[in-house]
């Protein structure tokens, strides 16, 4: 199941990366909704409280908050995404 969440993590994180650079605060309000439900399930608070924050600048439509920490988010899932890996023990992927 870590695996799985892995994947959609990085699906989420690139599709929120798109949104951005598109100006679609809708896109990135539900995926960074979706990422800060799955991430606290997974022990990963660092992502869920920046994809909390993301979140709400979405519904506020705080756009120039969103695109930074959009970007700031984007930048968490690499760490978080090692941090799973060696916390469950899981191999280590070249696509990682």
Wanted: aromatic residues 6%.
């Amino acid at each position: 199941m870590v695996e799985v969440f892995i994947d959609e993590l990085r699906e989420q994180a690139t599709l929120i990366e798109a949104a951005a650079r598109d100006s679609d605060l809708s896109l990135m309000e539900r995926e960074s909704h979706i990422i800060k439900s799955s991430a606290g399930m997974y022990g990963a608070p660092r992502v869920r409280s920046s994809a909390t924050r993301l979140n709400k600048a979405c519904k506020v439509d705080d756009a120039s908050a969103a695109f930074s920490l959009a970007e700031a988010l984007a930048a968490d899932i690499p760490y978080t995404i090692a941090a799973l890996r060696i916390h469950y023990d899981l191999p280590d992927r070249a696509d990682s």
